[in-house]
């Protein structure tokens, strides 16, 4: 039997190893399944490791749902190919001892702990089995990963030939973290698309909080949602920056590093006519973002976290770009590289590592996808390259 205080101490060993932040349901880039939710399925999710240990537990989040969300039951195993999971490696998850679970609307869980050893940067698999209605489906829309999904119960199916629909988005599934003996080095990365790692090749592992786990040996906690802002509020890119940092940052386990890219589509947005749920934009000024950035830092430092400042990204030639985003920009990097004010602990300076030497204001075109926004697998090299440098 636990005591209170050996359950304290079995929860300061565990640190985050993997995250996705939660989002509305909603049509989103792609299709998904957010909308329409589950009825007898189940749902087979990999996910990416950045920290290893000999346990882990899960989070599941129910944040944007308006009923509970009833778990039948849960799995997690080693992943093979596809939907299949290695045969002799799946072990059965319980929430508080129990097989299933019943989350509250606007709530999330975390499972009892499991022993399935693993190695940083290998893989995970967490099946879930929803046998009632879920209802819309509180998911992370750009995973750039597969998710599958079939019927009926599932959680043993090791070759996968049950699981016959498959998306490009995460459900429920919020974070995993392992037990890593109480390590507290994680550098948690928080922003929106590009952040998010629009642009990598799909199912590649190839953004740069992959990158970035890859070069510095640390945990990194993915916060990243495709179109996120700053200071306002979206149906499809997630609740503001300001308000959610505390839920999909501060409140997990095991970081002590915040690094902050977000700007561009604060100031972006009223620029282009291409936002299917975010028109008109408010034309945003420089004052309002440092002020934003400010209340990020404060949380942050609340927490005892050293926050890091990302300069915006050159975005010159796309759909975000005008004279009134190209002004704010310009001041917003100033103002980061500035030494006199000295609110971030440090700065990396993503705009001048990125930029095409012939104009500054865009991106290198060996990093440019094309749409002269996003970087792809090169240009989130090279970002996590240079954060590297200033951790």
Known sequence: MFTATATATATRAFTTAWTASPQLPAEGFTPNWSREGFWRQSLRQTVRLTAGGGRLRVRLSNAYGTSPLRIAGATVARPARGAAVEPGSVRPLTFAGTAGAEIPARAEIVSDCVELPLERLESVTVTLHLDAVTGPATFHAQAFATSHRGAGD???????????????????????????????????????????????????????????????????????????????????????????????????????????????????????????????????????????????????????????????????????????????????????????????????DLHRALAD??????????????????????????????VARVL
Do not use: C
């Open 154 to 348: 599932l959680l043993h199916d090791t070759g996968g030939h049950g699981f016959t629909e498959s998306t490009e988005s995460w459900y429920f599934l919020s974070a995993v973290e392992v037990d890593a003996g109480g390590r507290r080095d994680g550098i948690a990365l928080f922003g929106d698309s590009i952040v998010d790692g629009f642009g990598s090749t799909p199912g590649a592992n190839r953004r740069w909080s992959d990158r970035l786990a890859e070069r510095t040996g640390r945990p990194v906690l993915n916060a990243g949602i495709g179109g996120n802002l700053l200071l306002n509020d979206s149906a499809w890119y997630g609740e503001k920056g300001v308000h959610r940092l505390s839920r999909d940052v501060l409140d997990h386990p095991g970081a002590d590093t915040l690094i902050v890219l977000q700007g561009v589509n604060d100031i972006g947005f009223s620029e282009t006519d291409q936002q299917p749920t975010y028109r008109p934009a408010p034309v945003v000024e420089t004052g309002e973002l440092i002020a934003g950035y400010r209340r990020l830092i404060h949380l942050a430092r609340a927490r005892g976290l050293r926050v890091i400042g990302a300069t915006l990204l050159p975005f010159g030639g796309s759909d975000h770009w005008g004279e009134h985003a190209a002004k704010v920009a310009h001041e917003v990097n100033a103002w980061m590289r500035d030494p006199a004010h000295g609110e971030w602990d440090a700065v990396a």
């Open 357 to 386: 030497p012939a104009d500054p204001d865009r991106l290198h075109p060996a990093y440019d996808i094309g749409d002269h926004l996003h970087p792809g697998d090169a240009g989130y090299a090279a970002m996590a390259d240079a």
